[in-house]
């Protein structure tokens, strides 16, 4: 079965801090891919990353950064010098088909509130 | 074309109507998905075409739901006989890619959202 579980269900800092959202997947596929999503107040989720399983490479956008690791099955999203504008619902997912568009399974999301 | 549209934003209807919610895909985009979000969760899969073929259904879609994508480019998604229990938010998203890139990233819309009274 797959699966992914996001345990922080709701996080709060003051700007400038770091916080890191922790994503941990299920899967029986050798091949998969896991995504990071952003949904702001506004309700659209916005694409943020998607990396597939063969590359545990870790990458950094700006003041995101993303870490993969196989061996404990997690790909958490990091935050650096967080501002308000980052206050949204952030939802890690997974995909497992690699010749079809097959659908993405959400986690639950993490709200995350940047104050100022 | 900018992005993945919806139509309508919101819709409120009684118990027992039919509702149907258009979604306009990213234009070169050949694989279509639905969505649908209750509150405080993470979007389930509904449904998913590829062109105008539906090639997945989620056991969520009981037969009150149907999906069509007639021209492999618009996709409307039909909710006979309303319940409560269909209040949520529904969410179209599309993707594209051949051959090795075919599981690229999708892109949402900003959804539907229903409420039953």
């Known amino acids: 079965a797959q699966k992914v579980t996001q345990a922080q269900t709701e996080i709060s800092v003051v700007e400038k801090e770091d916080v890191t959202l922790d994503c941990v997947y299920e899967?029986?596929?050798?091949?998969?891919?896991l995504f990071w999503y952003k949904q702001p107040p506004s309700g659209e989720l916005v694409f943020l990353i998607r990396?597939?399983?063969?590359?545990?490479q870790n990458e950094i956008s700006g003041r995101y950064s993303w870490n993969f690791q196989k061996s404990t099955s997690s790909f958490n999203f990091t935050i650096t010098a967080s501002q308000v504008v980052d206050s949204a619902v952030y939802f890690c997912?997974?995909?497992?088909?690699?010749?079809?568009?097959?659908?993405?399974?959400f986690g639950k999301g993490t709200t995350l509130s940047v104050s100022s | 074309d900018t992005g993945v549209s919806q139509d309508p934003r919101h819709k409120i209807t009684k118990r027992g109507q039919n509702v149907t919610f258009r979604c306009d895909p990213i234009?070169?985009?050949?694989?279509l998905y639905w969505y649908r979000q209750t509150l405080g969760q993470g979007p389930e899969f509904l449904t998913y075409?590829?062109?105008?073929?539906?090639?997945?259904k989620s056991r969520l879609l009981s037969d009150r739901f149907s999906a069509e994508r007639p021209k492999g480019s618009f996709s409307t998604l039909e909710i006979q006989r309303t319940e409560q229990g269909d209040s949520a938010m529904y969410l179209c998203?599309?993707?594209?890619?051949?051959?090795?890139?075919?599981?690229?990233?999708?892109?949402f819309g900003q959804g539907t959202r229903l409420t039953v009274v």
């Open positions: 234009s070169e985009h050949n694989r």
């Open positions: 075409f590829q062109n105008e073929a539906q090639l997945e």
């Open positions: 899967t029986r596929d050798t091949t998969y891919y």
């Open positions: 990396r597939n399983s063969f590359d545990e």
């Open positions: 998203a599309s993707s594209g890619g051949q051959g090795a890139r075919m599981n690229t990233e999708a892109f």
């Open positions: 997912a997974l995909s497992t088909t690699y010749q079809a568009g097959t659908a993405l399974i």
